[in-house]
Protein backbone atom coordinates (compact mmCIF):
# COMPACT_ATOMS: atom_id res chain seq x y z
CA UNK A 1 0.00 0.00 0.00
CA UNK A 2 1.21 3.92 -0.72
CA UNK A 3 1.81 6.13 2.29
CA UNK A 4 0.50 9.06 2.88
CA UNK A 5 4.19 11.84 3.11
CA UNK A 6 4.66 14.16 5.63
CA UNK A 7 3.01 17.63 4.15
CA UNK A 8 4.07 20.88 6.60
CA UNK A 9 1.43 23.10 7.54
CA UNK A 10 2.97 25.51 9.36
CA UNK A 11 6.68 27.35 9.16
CA UNK A 12 7.22 27.88 12.73
CA UNK A 13 10.33 29.71 12.47
CA UNK A 14 8.97 32.01 9.44
CA UNK A 15 5.90 32.99 12.72
CA UNK A 16 8.50 33.78 15.21
CA UNK A 17 10.44 36.24 13.05
CA UNK A 18 7.43 37.95 12.19
CA UNK A 19 5.59 37.54 15.72
CA UNK A 20 8.71 37.78 18.39
CA UNK A 21 6.54 38.42 20.74
CA UNK A 22 3.41 35.69 20.52
CA UNK A 23 3.68 32.05 21.52
CA UNK A 24 2.92 29.92 19.05
CA UNK A 25 -0.49 29.14 18.19
CA UNK A 26 -2.15 25.37 19.27
CA UNK A 27 -3.63 24.85 16.88
CA UNK A 28 -1.20 25.13 13.88
CA UNK A 29 0.79 22.72 16.61
CA UNK A 30 -1.82 20.45 16.59
CA UNK A 31 -2.32 20.54 12.98
CA UNK A 32 1.63 20.17 12.34
CA UNK A 33 1.34 16.93 15.08
CA UNK A 34 -0.92 15.39 13.44
CA UNK A 35 0.32 15.42 10.01
CA UNK A 36 3.46 14.03 11.45
CA UNK A 37 1.18 10.90 13.26
CA UNK A 38 -0.41 10.10 9.97
CA UNK A 39 2.50 9.59 7.39
CA UNK A 40 4.59 7.95 10.50
CA UNK A 41 0.98 5.26 10.92
CA UNK A 42 1.26 4.28 7.25
CA UNK A 43 5.11 3.92 7.34
CA UNK A 44 4.87 1.56 10.03
CA UNK A 45 2.28 -0.07 8.30
CA UNK A 46 3.99 -0.83 5.00
CA UNK A 47 7.40 -1.44 7.46
CA UNK A 48 4.98 -4.44 8.91
CA UNK A 49 4.49 -5.65 5.39
CA UNK A 50 7.62 -6.61 4.99
CA UNK A 51 9.31 -7.31 8.55
CA UNK A 52 7.89 -9.49 11.35
CA UNK A 53 8.01 -8.66 14.94
CA UNK A 54 11.36 -10.35 15.50
CA UNK A 55 12.83 -8.24 13.14
CA UNK A 56 13.69 -10.76 10.39
CA UNK A 57 12.30 -10.72 6.98
CA UNK A 58 8.61 -10.89 6.39
CA UNK A 59 7.83 -14.80 6.06
CA UNK A 60 6.35 -14.96 2.00
CA UNK A 61 7.09 -11.41 1.37
CA UNK A 62 9.92 -12.24 -1.34
CA UNK A 63 8.32 -13.68 -4.68
CA UNK A 64 10.05 -14.04 -8.05
CA UNK A 65 8.71 -10.21 -8.99
CA UNK A 66 10.93 -9.21 -5.92
CA UNK A 67 14.32 -10.45 -7.63
CA UNK A 68 15.87 -8.97 -10.52
CA UNK A 69 15.87 -10.71 -14.32
CA UNK A 70 19.10 -11.92 -13.63
CA UNK A 71 18.56 -13.74 -10.92
CA UNK A 72 17.22 -17.23 -11.44
CA UNK A 73 14.51 -18.58 -9.14
CA UNK A 74 13.98 -22.64 -8.73
CA UNK A 75 14.65 -25.80 -11.09
CA UNK A 76 13.18 -27.70 -12.60
CA UNK A 77 11.86 -31.51 -12.05
CA UNK A 78 14.78 -34.12 -11.46
CA UNK A 79 14.90 -36.74 -13.86
CA UNK A 80 17.93 -39.59 -14.03
CA UNK A 81 21.16 -38.10 -15.23
CA UNK A 82 21.57 -39.34 -19.30
CA UNK A 83 24.03 -39.04 -21.48
CA UNK A 84 24.07 -36.82 -25.21
CA UNK A 85 21.57 -34.19 -23.40
CA UNK A 86 21.59 -30.47 -23.21
CA UNK A 87 21.26 -29.20 -19.30
CA UNK A 88 20.92 -25.68 -18.43
CA UNK A 89 22.58 -23.93 -15.49
CA UNK A 90 20.68 -23.46 -12.50
CA UNK A 91 17.39 -25.00 -13.54
CA UNK A 92 18.03 -28.97 -14.80
CA UNK A 93 18.29 -31.22 -11.96
CA UNK A 94 18.97 -34.62 -12.12
CA UNK A 95 19.21 -38.25 -9.99
CA UNK A 96 23.02 -39.71 -10.29
CA UNK A 97 24.08 -42.47 -7.67
CA UNK A 98 21.44 -41.82 -5.04
CA UNK A 99 22.09 -38.08 -4.73
CA UNK A 100 20.61 -34.89 -6.09
CA UNK A 101 22.26 -32.48 -8.00
CA UNK A 102 21.75 -29.01 -9.86
CA UNK A 103 23.29 -28.25 -13.28
CA UNK A 104 25.92 -24.89 -12.43
CA UNK A 105 27.18 -24.79 -15.87
CA UNK A 106 24.99 -25.32 -19.51
CA UNK A 107 26.30 -28.21 -21.18
CA UNK A 108 25.81 -31.63 -23.20
CA UNK A 109 26.16 -34.27 -21.02
CA UNK A 110 28.73 -36.98 -22.39
CA UNK A 111 29.84 -40.33 -21.71
CA UNK A 112 30.18 -40.33 -17.97
CA UNK A 113 29.03 -38.00 -15.57
CA UNK A 114 30.84 -34.90 -15.14
CA UNK A 115 30.93 -33.55 -11.31
CA UNK A 116 32.40 -30.35 -12.33
CA UNK A 117 29.16 -29.31 -13.98
CA UNK A 118 26.81 -30.12 -11.05
CA UNK A 119 26.36 -28.81 -7.31
CA UNK A 120 25.17 -31.34 -5.15
CA UNK A 121 21.71 -30.43 -3.62
CA UNK A 122 21.11 -33.70 -1.56
CA UNK A 123 22.50 -37.09 -0.66
CA UNK A 124 19.68 -39.81 -0.37
CA UNK A 125 22.15 -42.62 -0.01
CA UNK A 126 20.81 -43.10 3.73
CA UNK A 127 17.38 -43.43 2.43
CA UNK A 128 17.89 -46.44 0.87
CA UNK A 129 18.62 -48.18 4.23
CA UNK A 130 15.72 -48.99 5.82
CA UNK A 131 15.31 -50.75 9.30
CA UNK A 132 14.31 -54.55 8.80
CA UNK A 133 10.44 -54.20 9.50
CA UNK A 134 10.11 -50.25 9.97
CA UNK A 135 7.66 -49.92 7.21
CA UNK A 136 4.19 -50.58 9.05
CA UNK A 137 1.12 -50.41 7.40
CA UNK A 138 0.82 -47.20 9.87
CA UNK A 139 3.90 -45.45 7.22
CA UNK A 140 1.97 -45.74 4.36
CA UNK A 141 -1.36 -43.31 3.41
CA UNK A 142 -3.78 -45.59 1.27
CA UNK A 143 -2.79 -45.99 -2.31
CA UNK A 144 0.66 -44.37 -1.89
CA UNK A 145 2.48 -47.36 -3.05
CA UNK A 146 1.84 -46.93 -7.01
CA UNK A 147 4.49 -49.31 -9.61
CA UNK A 148 6.39 -45.96 -10.39
CA UNK A 149 7.36 -45.44 -6.41
CA UNK A 150 8.55 -48.95 -6.06
CA UNK A 151 11.97 -49.99 -8.19
CA UNK A 152 12.20 -53.56 -9.63
CA UNK A 153 13.04 -56.03 -6.58
CA UNK A 154 13.67 -52.90 -4.45
CA UNK A 155 11.08 -54.52 -1.66
CA UNK A 156 12.39 -57.24 0.00
CA UNK A 157 10.92 -59.36 2.97
CA UNK A 158 12.66 -58.35 5.85
CA UNK A 159 11.84 -54.97 4.72
CA UNK A 160 8.30 -55.05 5.83
CA UNK A 161 6.66 -55.69 8.89
CA UNK A 162 4.01 -58.57 9.13
CA UNK A 163 0.57 -57.33 7.61
CA UNK A 164 2.53 -54.39 6.78
CA UNK A 165 1.18 -54.32 2.87
CA UNK A 166 -2.70 -54.46 2.74
CA UNK A 167 -5.22 -54.21 -0.18
CA UNK A 168 -5.64 -50.38 0.36
CA UNK A 169 -2.17 -49.81 0.33
CA UNK A 170 -1.58 -51.07 -3.06
CA UNK A 171 -2.65 -49.17 -6.14
CA UNK A 172 -4.48 -51.02 -9.34
CA UNK A 173 -2.32 -53.25 -11.13
CA UNK A 174 1.23 -52.03 -9.24
CA UNK A 175 2.58 -54.98 -8.08
CA UNK A 176 3.94 -57.03 -11.30
CA UNK A 177 5.99 -59.92 -11.87
CA UNK A 178 9.18 -58.07 -11.92
CA UNK A 179 8.37 -56.68 -8.39
CA UNK A 180 8.65 -60.02 -6.61
CA UNK A 181 11.64 -61.39 -8.36
CA UNK A 182 13.89 -59.34 -5.76
CA UNK A 183 17.25 -60.90 -5.04
CA UNK A 184 17.38 -60.74 -1.80
CA UNK A 185 19.76 -63.12 1.01
CA UNK A 186 15.96 -64.17 1.49
CA UNK A 187 14.11 -66.01 -0.82
CA UNK A 188 11.97 -63.51 -3.16
CA UNK A 189 8.34 -62.84 -2.86
CA UNK A 190 7.52 -64.95 -6.15
CA UNK A 191 9.76 -67.96 -4.87
CA UNK A 192 7.49 -67.88 -1.60
CA UNK A 193 4.27 -68.14 -3.86
CA UNK A 194 5.63 -70.83 -5.75
CA UNK A 195 8.19 -72.37 -4.23
CA UNK A 196 10.99 -74.31 -6.17
CA UNK A 197 10.37 -78.16 -6.37
CA UNK A 198 7.09 -77.22 -7.69
CA UNK A 199 5.93 -79.40 -10.66
CA UNK A 200 5.70 -80.87 -13.54
CA UNK A 201 3.15 -79.18 -14.43
CA UNK A 202 1.83 -78.89 -18.18
CA UNK A 203 2.39 -76.21 -19.88
CA UNK A 204 0.96 -74.92 -23.23
CA UNK A 205 3.69 -73.32 -25.04
CA UNK A 206 6.66 -74.73 -26.74
CA UNK A 207 9.56 -72.46 -24.73
CA UNK A 208 9.97 -71.73 -21.19
CA UNK A 209 7.83 -68.67 -19.10
CA UNK A 210 10.63 -66.15 -20.08
CA UNK A 211 10.53 -65.04 -15.45
CA UNK A 212 10.10 -66.50 -12.71
CA UNK A 213 12.98 -69.85 -12.82
CA UNK A 214 11.29 -72.49 -14.70
CA UNK A 215 12.56 -75.48 -16.21
CA UNK A 216 12.00 -78.38 -18.47
CA UNK A 217 11.02 -81.37 -16.53
CA UNK A 218 13.20 -83.85 -19.07
CA UNK A 219 15.07 -85.81 -17.21
CA UNK A 220 18.27 -83.33 -17.47
CA UNK A 221 20.94 -83.12 -14.94
CA UNK A 222 21.81 -80.21 -12.62
CA UNK A 223 25.00 -80.09 -12.30
CA UNK A 224 26.83 -77.52 -10.04
CA UNK A 225 27.01 -74.75 -12.61
CA UNK A 226 23.26 -74.59 -12.76
CA UNK A 227 21.37 -71.48 -12.06
CA UNK A 228 18.99 -73.43 -9.99
CA UNK A 229 21.25 -74.43 -7.14
CA UNK A 230 17.99 -74.64 -4.65
CA UNK A 231 16.50 -77.31 -6.52
CA UNK A 232 19.93 -79.16 -6.37
CA UNK A 233 20.86 -78.77 -3.23
CA UNK A 234 17.06 -80.34 -2.93
CA UNK A 235 17.13 -83.56 -4.89
CA UNK A 236 20.36 -84.14 -3.43
CA UNK A 237 19.36 -84.07 0.20
CA UNK A 238 16.41 -85.94 -0.96
CA UNK A 239 18.42 -88.71 -1.68
CA UNK A 240 18.01 -88.28 -5.85
CA UNK A 241 14.91 -89.34 -6.26
CA UNK A 242 14.91 -88.50 -9.85
CA UNK A 243 17.77 -90.38 -10.40
CA UNK A 244 21.80 -89.15 -10.90
CA UNK A 245 24.43 -88.90 -13.77
CA UNK A 246 27.93 -90.47 -12.46
CA UNK A 247 29.14 -87.86 -11.16
CA UNK A 248 26.71 -87.42 -8.44
CA UNK A 249 24.28 -84.31 -9.97
CA UNK A 250 20.70 -85.20 -9.77
CA UNK A 251 18.62 -85.25 -12.20
CA UNK A 252 15.39 -83.62 -13.29
CA UNK A 253 11.89 -85.61 -13.54
CA UNK A 254 11.95 -87.28 -16.46
CA UNK A 255 8.23 -86.39 -18.25
CA UNK A 256 9.39 -87.19 -21.63
CA UNK A 257 5.73 -89.60 -23.02
CA UNK A 258 4.45 -90.27 -19.21
CA UNK A 259 2.19 -89.45 -17.09
CA UNK A 260 1.81 -88.57 -13.56
CA UNK A 261 0.08 -90.67 -10.11
CA UNK A 262 1.12 -89.73 -6.81
CA UNK A 263 2.53 -92.46 -4.36
CA UNK A 264 0.48 -94.78 -2.32
CA UNK A 265 1.84 -93.64 0.81
CA UNK A 266 1.20 -89.11 1.10
CA UNK A 267 0.64 -87.70 4.05
CA UNK A 268 -1.18 -88.55 7.09
CA UNK A 269 -3.71 -90.95 5.62
CA UNK A 270 -1.23 -94.09 5.49
CA UNK A 271 -0.21 -96.35 2.31
CA UNK A 272 -3.53 -96.36 0.27
CA UNK A 273 -2.28 -99.70 -1.35
CA UNK A 274 -3.97 -98.69 -4.84
CA UNK A 275 -0.87 -100.24 -6.81
CA UNK A 276 -0.24 -102.72 -5.07
CA UNK A 277 -1.94 -105.01 -7.25
CA UNK A 278 0.77 -108.00 -7.83
CA UNK A 279 0.12 -107.65 -12.06
CA UNK A 280 0.80 -103.60 -11.69
CA UNK A 281 4.21 -103.03 -13.22
CA UNK A 282 4.35 -100.16 -9.85
CA UNK A 283 3.66 -102.23 -7.20
CA UNK A 284 7.10 -102.74 -6.21
CA UNK A 285 7.92 -98.77 -6.32
CA UNK A 286 4.59 -97.57 -5.47
CA UNK A 287 5.92 -95.97 -2.41
CA UNK A 288 8.98 -94.76 -3.85
CA UNK A 289 9.10 -90.80 -4.64
CA UNK A 290 10.27 -90.74 -8.47
CA UNK A 291 9.24 -94.28 -9.16
CA UNK A 292 8.08 -95.23 -12.63
CA UNK A 293 6.65 -98.25 -14.66
CA UNK A 294 3.89 -98.82 -16.82
CA UNK A 295 3.98 -99.10 -20.43
CA UNK A 296 2.14 -97.73 -23.47
CA UNK A 297 1.12 -100.59 -25.21
CA UNK A 298 1.60 -104.49 -24.69
CA UNK A 299 1.63 -107.91 -26.24
CA UNK A 300 -0.45 -110.65 -24.45
CA UNK A 301 0.86 -114.02 -23.57
CA UNK A 302 -1.18 -117.19 -22.92
CA UNK A 303 -0.65 -116.69 -19.48
CA UNK A 304 -2.46 -113.74 -19.70
CA UNK A 305 -5.54 -114.89 -21.67
CA UNK A 306 -8.23 -116.48 -19.88
CA UNK A 307 -8.85 -120.45 -20.11
CA UNK A 308 -11.80 -121.00 -22.65
CA UNK A 309 -12.82 -124.67 -23.08
CA UNK A 310 -15.40 -125.71 -25.46
CA UNK A 311 -17.29 -128.72 -25.35
CA UNK A 312 -18.68 -131.16 -28.23
CA UNK A 313 -20.76 -134.06 -27.84
CA UNK A 314 -21.20 -136.60 -30.89
CA UNK A 315 -24.39 -139.06 -31.49
CA UNK A 316 -24.72 -141.47 -34.28
CA UNK A 317 -27.41 -143.56 -35.34
CA UNK A 318 -27.39 -146.01 -38.00
CA UNK A 319 -29.75 -148.03 -39.55
CA UNK A 320 -30.00 -150.47 -43.02
CA UNK A 321 -31.25 -153.55 -45.12
CA UNK A 322 -28.75 -155.54 -47.59
CA UNK A 323 -29.75 -158.42 -50.07
CA UNK A 324 -27.21 -160.85 -51.49
CA UNK A 325 -27.92 -163.37 -53.63
CA UNK A 326 -25.02 -165.07 -53.59
CA UNK A 327 -24.86 -166.21 -50.16
CA UNK A 328 -25.48 -170.04 -50.14
CA UNK A 329 -24.11 -173.42 -50.27
CA UNK A 330 -21.86 -174.79 -53.48
CA UNK A 331 -23.32 -177.74 -55.02
CA UNK A 332 -21.38 -181.03 -54.99
CA UNK A 333 -21.83 -185.36 -55.10
CA UNK A 334 -20.79 -188.64 -54.23
CA UNK A 335 -17.68 -190.20 -56.06
CA UNK A 336 -19.28 -192.17 -58.91
CA UNK A 337 -20.14 -195.72 -57.28
CA UNK A 338 -20.85 -194.33 -54.35
CA UNK A 339 -24.48 -194.89 -53.22
CA UNK A 340 -25.66 -191.17 -51.28
CA UNK A 341 -28.31 -188.45 -50.68
CA UNK A 342 -26.79 -185.57 -53.46
CA UNK A 343 -26.30 -181.93 -51.16
CA UNK A 344 -28.41 -179.31 -52.65
CA UNK A 345 -27.53 -176.55 -55.12
CA UNK A 346 -26.88 -173.16 -54.74
CA UNK A 347 -29.13 -171.43 -52.24
CA UNK A 348 -30.45 -167.47 -51.49
CA UNK A 349 -31.09 -167.14 -48.16
CA UNK A 350 -32.20 -163.51 -48.59
CA UNK A 351 -32.02 -159.82 -46.61
CA UNK A 352 -29.68 -159.19 -43.80
CA UNK A 353 -30.75 -156.49 -41.91
CA UNK A 354 -28.66 -154.11 -39.17
CA UNK A 355 -28.53 -151.34 -37.35
CA UNK A 356 -26.35 -149.29 -34.35
CA UNK A 357 -25.78 -145.83 -32.44
CA UNK A 358 -23.09 -144.05 -30.64
CA UNK A 359 -21.90 -140.72 -28.57
CA UNK A 360 -18.55 -139.31 -28.46
CA UNK A 361 -16.87 -135.77 -27.10
CA UNK A 362 -13.86 -133.70 -26.69
CA UNK A 363 -12.66 -130.10 -26.84
CA UNK A 364 -11.86 -127.83 -29.37
CA UNK A 365 -8.86 -125.36 -29.60
CA UNK A 366 -8.87 -122.49 -31.84
CA UNK A 367 -5.14 -120.81 -32.85
CA UNK A 368 -6.60 -118.06 -34.64
CA UNK A 369 -4.66 -115.21 -33.18
CA UNK A 370 -2.14 -112.40 -34.75
CA UNK A 371 0.15 -112.29 -31.80
CA UNK A 372 0.04 -108.21 -31.73
CA UNK A 373 0.31 -105.70 -28.62
CA UNK A 374 -3.01 -103.45 -27.48
CA UNK A 375 -2.45 -100.01 -26.87
CA UNK A 376 -2.79 -99.37 -22.89
CA UNK A 377 -2.52 -95.33 -23.47
CA UNK A 378 -6.47 -93.78 -22.39
CA UNK A 379 -7.17 -90.96 -24.46
CA UNK A 380 -4.47 -88.36 -24.12
CA UNK A 381 -3.14 -84.19 -25.18
CA UNK A 382 0.18 -83.73 -25.48
CA UNK A 383 1.58 -80.94 -23.57
CA UNK A 384 5.07 -79.53 -22.20
CA UNK A 385 6.23 -79.96 -18.40
CA UNK A 386 7.94 -77.67 -16.35
CA UNK A 387 8.80 -77.28 -12.77
CA UNK A 388 9.67 -74.72 -10.71
CA UNK A 389 13.49 -74.40 -10.36
CA UNK A 390 14.60 -71.77 -7.77
Same mark, same amino acid.
Given at each position: ?????????????????????????????????????????????????????????????????????????????????????????????????????????????????????????????? #??? *??? !? +? /???? %?? $?? @? &? =?? #??? *??? !? +? /???? %?? $?? @? &? =????????? +????? %????????????????????????????????????????????????????????????????????????????????????????????????????????????????????????????????????????????????????????????????????????????????????????????????????????????????????
Amino acid at each position: MSSTPYDRQTSFALFSAENPGEPHPGTTLDAEFNAVKVALDDTQQNLALIQDDDGALKRGSVGKAQFDASVSIGFGAPSQWESGRLYTADVDTVFYQSKFYIANTTHTSGGTFDLSKWDEIADFTL #AAI *IED !G +S /ITSA %KL $AP @G &A =VT #ADK *IGA !G +S /ISNV %KL $AS @G &A =VSTPKLADS +SVSFV %KLLASDIQAPLADLLLPAGLGPLPWSLPTLPTQGGWDWADGGVLLSTTPFATLRSQYIGAGFPFGQDGAGNPRKPDMRGRSVTGTDDMGAMGDAARLADANSSLAIVRLTLGGSGGAPAVTLTAAKIPTITSGVSVSVNVTGNSTRSDIGFTPFSYPQGTSGTAAPGPANFGGIGFSGSGTGSGTATSNNTGGGAHENMPPTLLCKFIIKAH
